[in-house]
C-alpha cells in the first residue's frame, strides 16, 4: 500500500536506477548489522525506513541527504 505522496514519471525501478546513474550514487545493502543497529537507535524517529537510512548511515560513517531535523539527533552529519 502506498501513502501516494511521491508521483514518479516512469516506474519505480526505471527512475530509481536512473537517479542513481544521473547522480553517481552507490546503494547500499540492508545488510543483517545495519537491521540490528536499526533496531537499537534511540526512539527519537518511528519511521521504520527513516531508521534503515540512519543505521546504515551510521554503520558506514555516512552523511545524509535530508530535510528531516531529527536525522541530526542521532549525530549523523545531514546535507540540506
Do not use: N
Amino acid at each position: 500500500m502506498t501513502k501516494g505522496k511521491l508521483k514518479l514519471p516512469s516506474p519505480p525501478q526505471e527512475w530509481f536506477e536512473g537517479i542513481v546513474e544521473h547522480h553517481g550514487l552507490a546503494v547500499l545493502p540492508l545488510e543483517l548489522d545495519v537491521c540490528i543497529a536499526a533496531a537499537q537507535l534511540p526512539p527519537i524517529h518511528d519511521d521504520p525506513c527513516d531508521r534503515f537510512i540512519i543505521a546504515a548511515a551510521k554503520t558506514s560513517d555516512l552523511a545524509v541527504v535530508t530535510a528531516d531535523e531529527r536525522f541530526e539527533e542521532y549525530g549523523l552529519t545531514v546535507l540540506r
